[in-house]
């Protein structure tokens, strides 16, 4: 066991705390290795102590160790250029057996093409027996027989790389912060080599390799599927958690996926998106977007602070009542879209998309002196949305509005209303609003309800059809329905006159943020958004280019698209010119290199599907 | 042990896929086939002959069809006309039935579906991808001709290994 080293330092004050029960700990001094077994069950946590710090990793299994971690092999089963925690999480060996799962990982940057730097790599760049960790993994596998190679193939955690467009592989500085970790569960009876990698040429260690720290957890212990992720340079580490419909949806799908900070459903077993699309459009579904982010607004000053930064104008809104728009950065661009609900004149809520939303809003108060208090409140409430043309007949025999509040039924709360009452004695406040295109509400509650209010619509729809809906018939009915999504349709580039909601900016407004760049927008926006209908059955994909007819240079972008069921045509969402935005313009959206292959599309109205808002507003 | 496995006549699986796949079974069979996703089934009538299709992707299909095979041929090739579409029958298909007795649950203890497949609770009209120890198979439970049935799909070369036994 000379090969093992155990850890008898007094760790720095600065190692976070075991996630469970330790067995066994190993320090890496920086730009060394070491060779440690695992058992099968067991979980072997990988930390970047002092952070920037690539930590490659080796794996074998089986007589004499010949079957081994194959990164090809990898990809190649997960259709992902690295596992990430979930559907998709386990590395294979060249026999395509499983032989780590990512249970977590805070860092989710990591390096899966490039071999553990070698004494090839520091010769050529002038340092001729510079310590590599490919060495260093011959060195500490020797004594199990495994024989040596110039260059091993190794998962190089924390290792930051990327492949850009004309194929060059790209490492730069590391994304892993002090204590950054990932956490891996043996799937067999392992022999592994860990490495601090000995790279102090360039930022990929930040020019001196640090020590990492192995622990190994017992096969008992029960540690979460979790993906870290940060909202801003300041917030806390975050790791996926369950909405307050998780365990429900669990017994109905295995299929998962991370969405925002949440586990979401893609899909439903046994239903799957067909089913669950056609039930949104001609029944009733139910959807977990309890991943959306919720900030009360407090104070005497929280409706100027929501007309400064909000892009509507919320002097008309009154209590019960609504707005979509966004929060605009002063260059105009969308920082995140949502909905500012009125809860009295001193207290609204914005619900958007980002947890750095309430930090901005917090930065713009303080800067203009607002007095007004945020508070995060998404941990406090989870909202489930019931849409389709039978959410309103659902809901109609299990809704108790609040005495105090203005509608009796269910029936006399209109578009972009809101109301206190119980579902099934729950406390819920009901929102009338969706993403779907259809009739629909919105139902906020304690999480601690979560189950409950699951349980009671779904046996109060059942008579009539209702089904859960995942993420996938999520996207195609919103796509339909014109609706955008971030990272798609907008980002903090984008104006609001480029992403289609133009109508959703006040101009008149005396002052707000944005305004002065957004009149400039307005006059000659770079592009619109505009819906397509393809000739054809193929369904493009975001970042697939649209071109005037026969010419080479494009003239906008598919942004989003989808084959529509119900109109059963493959439709699109795109960022165009205007020249190219009339109503009826046929342009041609380019396949493969844009060149080779190009599929006819008709601009329409940004919603394919009742693009006049009949629905919803039924 | 009785080697009990029922092998169906190959020559009643079609696979239909394309651009176009989605749209010839429209015409096919009706607006039906677009209530299903990947890995379901129906049961329907093609030229009043009973069949099962199963969707394999957005555009690929696989039909089983017990009718006459050349008259499935010309409603093929009919359907197919002017579509984007190739229609198919893999000679290294092989299709087996399970025997009636034997549960989907019974299956599950020596079959392992593809995460987030689940055999034990595969429904009626539905299919997963699954290994029973390396060997690769289809398992798709539908009827037949208002049986319950469990099916397998598996390559004919491999189909020897495949002993189910009562």
Same mark, same amino acid.
């Given at each position: @066991?000379?090969?093992?080293?155990?850890?008898?330092?007094?760790?720095?004050?600065?190692?976070?705390?075991? +996630?469970?029960?330790?067995?066994a700990?190993?320090?890496? #001094?920086?730009?060394?290795?070491?060779?440690?077994?695992?058992?099968?069950?067991?979980?072997?946590?990988?930390?970047?102590?002092?952070?920037?710090?690539?930590?490659?990793?080796?794996?074998?299994?089986?007589?004499?160790?010949?079957?081994?971690?194959?990164? /090809?092999?990898?990809?190649?089963l997960?259709?992902?250029?690295?596992?990430?925690?979930?559907?998709h999480?386990?590395?294979?060996?060249?026999?395509?057996?499983?032989?780590?799962?990512?249970?977590?990982?805070?860092?989710?940057?990591?390096?899966?093409?490039?071999?553990?730097?070698?004494?090839?790599?520091?010769?050529?760049?002038?340092?001729?027996?510079h310590?590599?960790?490919?060495?260093?993994f011959?060195?500490?596998?020797r004594?199990?027989?495994?024989?040596?190679?110039?260059?091993?193939?190794?998962?190089?955690f924390?290792?930051?790389?990327?492949?850009?467009r004309?194929?060059?592989?790209?490492? /730069?500085e590391?994304?892993?912060?002090?204590?950054?970790?990932?956490?891996l569960?043996?799937q067999?009876?392992?022999?592994?080599?860990?490495?601090?990698?000995?790279?102090?040429?360039?930022?990929?260690?930040?020019?001196?390799?640090t020590?990492?720290?192995?622990?190994i957890?017992?096969?008992?212990?029960?540690?979460?599927? =979790?993906?870290?992720?940060?909202?801003?340079?300041?917030?806390?580490?975050?790791?996926?958690?369950p909405?307050?419909?998780?365990?429900?949806?669990?017994?109905?799908?295995?299929?998962?996926?991370?969405?925002?900070g949440?586990?979401?459903p893609?899909?439903?077993?046994?239903?799957?998106?067909?089913a669950?699309?056609?039930a949104?459009?001609?029944g009733?579904?139910?959807?977990?977007?309890?991943?959306?982010?919720?900030?009360?607004?407090?104070?005497t000053?929280?409706?100027?602070?929501?007309?400064?930064?909000?892009?509507?104008?919320?002097?008309?809104l009154?209590?019960?009542?609504?707005a979509?728009?966004?929060?605009? =950065?002063?260059?105009?661009?969308?920082?995140?879209?949502?909905?500012?609900?009125c809860?009295?004149?001193?207290?609204?809520?914005?619900?958007?998309?980002?947890?750095?939303? $309430?930090?901005?809003?917090e930065?713009?108060?303080?800067?203009?002196?607002?007095?007004? #208090?945020?508070q995060?409140?998404?941990?406090?409430?989870?909202?489930?949305?019931?849409?389709?043309?039978?959410?309103?007949?659902?809901?109609?025999?299990?809704?108790?509005?609040?005495?105090?509040?203005?509608?009796?039924?269910?029936?006399?709360?209109?578009?972009?209303h809101?109301?206190?009452?119980?579902i099934?004695?729950?406390?819920v406040?009901?929102?009338r609003?969706?993403?779907t295109?259809?009739?629909?509400?919105?139902?906020?509650?304690?999480?601690?309800?979560?189950?409950?209010?699951?349980?009671?619509?779904?046996?109060? $729809?059942?008579?009539?059809?209702l089904?859960?809906?995942? @993420?996938?018939? +999520?996207?195609?009915?919103?796509?339909?329905?014109?609706?955008?999504?971030?990272?798609?349709?907008?980002?903090?580039?984008?104006?609001?006159?480029?992403?289609?909601?133009?109508?959703a900016v006040?101009?008149?407004?005396?002052?707000?943020?944005?305004?002065?760049?957004?009149?400039?927008?307005?006059?000659?926006?770079?592009?619109?958004?505009?819906?397509?209908?393809?000739? $054809?059955n193929?369904?493009?994909?975001?970042g697939?280019?649209?071109?005037?007819?026969?010419?080479?240079?494009r003239?906008?972008?598919?942004?989003?698209? /989808?084959?529509?069921?119900?109109?059963?045509?493959?439709?699109?969402?795109?960022?165009?010119?205007?020249?190219?935005? #009339? +109503?009826?313009?046929?342009?041609?959206v380019?396949?493969?290199?844009?060149?080779?292959?190009?599929?006819?599309?008709t601009?329409?109205?940004?919603? =394919?599907?009742?693009?006049?808002?009949?629905?919803?507003?039924? | 042990?009785?080697?009990?496995? *029922?092998?169906?006549?190959?020559?009643?699986?079609?696979?239909?896929a394309?651009? !176009?796949?989605?749209? *010839?079974?429209?015409?096919?069979?009706? !607006?039906?086939? !677009?209530?299903?996703a990947?890995?379901?089934? %129906?049961?329907?009538e093609?030229?009043?002959?009973?069949?099962s299709?199963?969707?394999?992707?957005?555009?690929?299909?696989?039909?089983?069809?017990?009718?006459?095979?050349?008259?499935?041929?010309?409603?093929l *090739?009919?359907?197919?006309?002017?579509q984007q579409?190739?229609?198919?029958?893999f000679p290294?298909?092989? &299709?087996v039935?399970?025997?009636?007795?034997? &549960?989907?649950?019974?299956?599950?203890?020596?079959?392992?579906?593809?995460?987030?497949?689940?055999l034990?609770? %595969?429904?009626?009209?539905?299919?997963?991808?699954?290994r029973?120890? &390396? %060997?690769?198979?289809? *398992?798709?439970?539908?009827?037949?001709q !208002?049986?319950?049935?469990?099916?397998l799909h598996?390559a004919?070369q491999?189909?020897?290994?495949l002993?189910?036994?009562s």
């Amino acid at each position: @066991m000379g090969v093992i080293t155990q850890l008898d330092l007094t760790p720095p004050q600065s190692l976070p705390p075991p +996630l469970g029960q330790v067995v066994a700990e190993y320090w890496i #001094e920086g730009g060394t290795a070491i060779a440690y077994p695992v058992t099968a069950g067991q979980y072997i946590q990988i930390v970047d102590v002092k952070g920037c710090q690539c930590s490659d990793l080796v794996v074998f299994t089986g007589d004499r160790h010949t079957e081994e971690l194959d990164a /090809t092999v990898t990809r190649t089963l997960n259709g992902l250029s690295m596992p990430v925690a979930g559907l998709h999480g386990k590395y294979f060996s060249q026999q395509m057996q499983p032989l780590l799962e990512v249970i977590q990982d805070t860092c989710n940057r990591h390096d899966h093409f490039l071999l553990a730097c070698t004494a090839r790599y520091y010769e050529d760049l002038g340092y001729p027996g510079h310590p590599s960790c490919s060495d260093n993994f011959n060195q500490v596998l020797r004594p199990y027989g495994i024989a040596p190679r110039p260059g091993w193939s190794a998962i190089n955690f924390f290792y930051n790389t990327a492949v850009d467009r004309q194929g060059a592989i790209a490492g /730069t500085e590391s994304w892993s912060r002090p204590g950054d970790y990932v956490l891996l569960q043996a799937q067999r009876d392992l022999l592994c080599a860990s490495s601090s990698c000995a790279d102090d040429l360039d930022p990929v260690n930040g020019w001196q390799p640090t020590p990492i720290l192995i622990r190994i957890y017992e096969a008992q212990q029960n540690f979460p599927l =979790a993906i870290g992720r940060r909202a801003s340079a300041t917030a806390p580490l975050r790791l996926t958690q369950p909405s307050a419909f998780t365990a429900r949806i669990q017994q109905l799908t295995h299929n998962l996926v991370e969405y925002n900070g949440y586990w979401v459903p893609n899909s439903f077993t046994n239903r799957g998106v067909q089913a669950e699309y056609w039930a949104l459009r001609s029944g009733a579904v139910l959807i977990d977007l309890s991943a959306l982010r919720k900030f009360d607004v407090i104070g005497t000053d929280a409706f100027s602070l929501l007309q400064f930064s909000f892009s509507r104008d919320l002097n008309r809104l009154k209590v019960g009542q609504s707005a979509y728009g966004c929060l605009l =950065a002063p260059h105009g661009g969308i920082i995140d879209d949502g909905i500012v609900f009125c809860l009295s004149a001193t207290h609204y809520r914005y619900v958007g998309n980002c947890d750095s939303d $309430g930090e901005w809003l917090e930065r713009v108060a303080v800067q203009s002196g607002f007095n007004v #208090e945020i508070q995060p409140c998404s941990d406090r409430l989870h909202n489930l949305a019931i849409q389709g043309p039978l959410s309103r007949q659902i809901l109609r025999s299990l809704t108790q509005f609040d005495l105090h509040v203005a509608p009796s039924t269910i029936d006399d709360l209109p578009y972009f209303h809101f109301a206190t009452a119980t579902i099934a004695t729950i406390p819920v406040l009901i929102s009338r609003t969706g993403y779907t295109g259809e009739l629909g509400y919105e139902l906020f509650i304690h999480p601690q309800h979560g189950a409950a209010l699951w349980d009671a619509l779904m046996a109060a $729809g059942a008579p009539v059809g209702l089904q859960p809906m995942g @993420m996938l018939a +999520l996207d195609r009915a919103r796509i339909e329905a014109g609706l955008l999504a971030a990272g798609r349709e907008f980002d903090d580039l984008t104006s609001p006159y480029q992403a289609g909601i133009g109508w959703a900016v006040a101009l008149k407004k005396p002052d707000f943020i944005g305004k002065a760049a957004l009149e400039k927008i307005r006059a000659h926006p770079p592009t619109v958004t505009v819906g397509l209908v393809l000739d $054809g059955n193929e369904v493009a994909t975001g970042g697939q280019g649209v071109h005037p007819i026969a010419e080479r240079w494009r003239a906008g972008t598919i942004t989003s698209a /989808t084959f529509s069921p119900i109109l059963n045509r493959s439709i699109a969402i795109a960022q165009i010119v205007p020249d190219y935005a #009339e +109503l009826g313009t046929v342009l041609e959206v380019g396949w493969v290199d844009g060149i080779k292959r190009r599929v006819k599309a008709t601009v329409g109205s940004l919603a =394919a599907y009742d693009p006049t808002k009949s629905r919803v507003r039924a | 042990m009785t080697d009990t496995h *029922v092998s169906l006549p190959p020559a009643c699986l079609w696979d239909i896929a394309g651009v !176009d796949g989605l749209q *010839v079974m429209k015409r096919l069979v009706g !607006d039906r086939c !677009d209530r299903i996703a990947p890995f379901q089934s %129906l049961e329907a009538e093609i030229d009043h002959i009973p069949c099962s299709i199963l969707r394999l992707g957005e555009a690929n299909f696989r039909l089983r069809w017990t009718g006459d095979a050349a008259h499935l041929q010309t409603l093929l *090739v009919a359907a197919a006309s002017h579509q984007q579409v190739w229609v198919k029958q893999f000679p290294w298909l092989a &299709s087996v039935r399970l025997p009636a007795e034997m &549960s989907v649950e019974q299956l599950a203890k020596i079959a392992i579906a593809k995460p987030p497949f689940s055999l034990p609770s %595969l429904a009626l009209n539905c299919a997963a991808p699954a290994r029973i120890n &390396s %060997l690769s198979c289809l *398992v798709w439970r539908h009827s037949i001709q !208002d049986t319950e049935t469990i099916e397998l799909h598996t390559a004919r070369q491999t189909l020897h290994h495949l002993k189910i036994t009562s």
